[in-house]
């Protein structure tokens, strides 16, 4: 009987196959994963899945834009269930960080894929950058809006933020990182950097470093 497929932009069927190649590049990695193995798991010919993509590399787009969709997501829901700018730019950063560190934890084969779409300039991974780069700037300016951040330009801090946390955000920068402050520590300091200090206060900066008085009895 002759293999009965739905027309070529049945998000459902493109839907079985990401799904199946997701658990085949859990289990044996995207490299050594075939088109042949991703037909086998949806019970397609390898003729069919050409129908739904192009080619093994545009599976491969649709799963690194699966995942980055969930990342880009847990980081916008973190932002708005957070109160001032800085506590949401801290939030939706913890949060990609967060969930690229469990990947690669808990699902290697996984991020590297994902490592692989951002080192190598693979579109999708470039427009996941935009979304963030987006959501960032968004929070910047906002704050700037209510006097909690620097004035300035909302873009050129954005930048400026996620180069300095870009360690804990690039998924392909992340297993090279051994040495490294903590999260908390490097969002703190951007954090000073952005904050708005009015006009005629001053941050002191040595009030850490300097002894403290001892209480006379």
Known sequence: MQERVPQAGSPCIRQRIVQAAIRLHRKIGFRKTTVADIARGTSMSPANVY??????QAIE???????????????ILAALLSGSALERLTAALSAISQLHEHRLE???????????????????ALSHADRIRELVR?????????G?????????????????????????RIKSATVRPA????????AGA??????????????????KAVAQG
């Open 51 to 56: 129908r739904f993509f192009a080619s093994k």
């Open 61 to 75: 787009e649709a799963v690194v834009a699966d995942l980055f969709e969930q990342v880009s997501a847990a980081a």
């Open 106 to 124: 808990n699902d290697s084969k996984l991020h590297e894929l994902v490592a692989a779409a951002v080192s190598e300039n693979w579109p999708v």
């Open 138 to 146: 968004a929070i910047i300016a906002g704050g700037q809006a209510s």
């Open 148 to 172: 909690e951040l620097r004035p300035g330009s909302p873009m050129a801090m954005t930048g400026c933020l996620l180069e300095a946390m870009d360690g804990y955000l690039n998924p392909s």
């Open 183 to 190: 999260f908390d520590e490097v969002m703190d300091f951007c």
């Open 194 to 211: 952005l904050h708005h200090v009015p006009w005629g206060q001053s941050i002191d900066l040595g009030a850490d470093l300097r002894p």
